[in-house]
């Protein structure tokens, strides 16, 4: 290995056969591993997992609002629902227990009645059927409207006539009538003279003749064989229709009033019917029915045999108004039929009737089925008319029909229990957690705030600390910090600036090689400028020995005056540190020709004349 020489550039480097130096097989350090614990690398690690963090509670955050958000509007949602369901279920109640009371009450005034009928009859030895009258009959049949519920009930008394009594029958209607009239317009109100009345009465039994074409030819006699369901008395007396009294008409001419006789007649039970009533108006349905009324009739019987009949009309629509129930109102009620409803065949089966509650009352929708089916799991229902009956003793087609009414709820109603709680409510939630994510970002803002300064100055510091110390040196420092070091201050990395109580770094070196190298002519020169070219010179210079020092793998020891001193084989281990230090030496020389005739048109003519002295030690 050579020493440094006595003339200044003037040192050797023995060369292999091929013209290259022998430091040239030895692969070139391009640069020093890099720092493993540099602070700028932890802030950032850092940095990176505190920006994780706010993600991840942001996310949290907002998962548990929109949780929070939708559970608060669902169960306030589903509240409202609840208190609907359970006021809807009980006016439903209320209303179907109502209803069927007041039906019970239909069946037992009229069973009441003609028992009263055939009690009478019984206990007057003059009597006997088909030549009956009820006395009073008007004022009789008004009391029994005020018991079953309805304002102006219509309530015939029709007595079977049979072919052997119909001889009789017009002279009895001639003695009767004029009583049943006086007693009817006593106490109903005289509109006419009963004579008048009886004038327009036809006496014997009859129907009405139609042609072809259905019109009307006149007043037929009843000559068919077989009993005949006579219109005899009736509640209210009614007006004459073109001169005539709706008197002694055979009834059964009429298909539901003939379907029911033959359920009375052979069960000797009541039964029930529809009629249809039509009117060309506005409120009328689609098929033209203004409304459809009931007819119940109720068996008269004398020793088990049917004697005569009381038919009741039960008007729906007065019957729904008068319910009389606090809170009903937008819902729907079906009357359902288990026969045809009217004059509808098989294949057209119409066996509802629809009713409205609203604020005004009731009102007919028409003969379908009206309620909304998203309400089918409310509904409401109650049997108001079941005639238990053997259909054994029913003549074959007849059908007894049996009413069921069911009640459901309308979107109205509904609505009428939706508030803007549930909206209110999520909103003051969402309100809530927005704030709270407001303070949060705030408090995230001044805490980066200082965390930013903080991670600034320890940036500084540890630019400070690598230039000061290799990086295996830096690194040890670093971790001595982690390891429990509470001193932050890297300007004094070893602790202790007094040298008490401090950790100290300390290792020993065996195989190293130190290269000095200085600037021969540098005082000569140095003397003859200014300060500031002087520092241009060794700042230029050694700043290029700092790059061949970094590129080799050379450690920077010190620089005294225009002195470099450097050393190979620490603090990391080299086996080849004397060859290291000889080609960093190599390349210094080299540069420093270069570097100086760059700066001679700066510092001046003498500049090129400088020249390296390299000393190296092993």
Known sequence: MSKASTQPGDWSISENSTGMSQFDSIAERSSVEPAKHTAPDVANREEKAVTRSKVLVFFVLF????????????????????DFEAAFAGIGSEVSTVAGQKVDQMYSALDSYSLFMSSEVAADPNASWPFVTVRDYSLKSEKIGGLIGLENPK????????????????????????????????????????????NMTVPYLHSYGFDESFMFTGLVEVERPGPVLANWQMYPLEDPVEGLMFRNYDML?????GDQFQITESTLRPSISFIQLYEDSLGADADGVLTVDSQIMEPIVENEKLVGVLILRVPWLEFFQNLNIDGLSETIAVLRSSCNIGFASAFDKKNELSYLFDSSGAVFLGQLDAHNPKYDDLVVSQVVVDVDVDKAELPEGVCVPELTLDLYPTEVFEISFQTSKPELYTLVVVAIFAFTSLVFLLYDYFVGRRQRKFIARITRQDQIVSN???????????????????????????????????TL????????????????????????????????????IYGVFDKHAYRHNVFKVETVGDCYVAVAGLPEPDKDHAIVVCRFARDCVKTMKETTLKLEVSLGPDTSELDLRVGIHR
């Open 63 to 82: 998962l548990a609002v929109s949780g929070t958000a939708t559970a608060t509007y669902l169960l306030m949602e589903t509240g409202e629902r609840n």
């Open 155 to 198: 309530l015939a008394f029709c007595p079977i006539v049979h072919e052997e009594d119909r001889e009789r029958w017009p002279s009895f209607v001639f003695e009767w009538a004029p009583v049943y009239y006086q007693e009817s317009l006593d106490n109903e109100g005289n509109r006419y003279p009963v004579q008048d009345l009886m």
């Open 505 to 540: 770094l300390a290792d020993l070196f065996l195989e190293t090689t130190v290269v000095f190298a200085d600037i021969a002519g540098f005082t000569a020169w140095a003397s003859a400028r200014e300060p500031a070219q002087v520092f241009i010179l060794l700042e230029t």
């Open 253 to 257: 001419e009429f298909p539901e009033i």
């Open 468 to 502: 000061v110390f290799p990086a295996a040196i830096r690194d040890r420092l670093f971790e001595g910090e982690q390891k429990g070091s509470k001193d932050d201050n890297l300007l004094d990395p070893l602790g202790g600036g007094d040298g008490a109580g401090g």
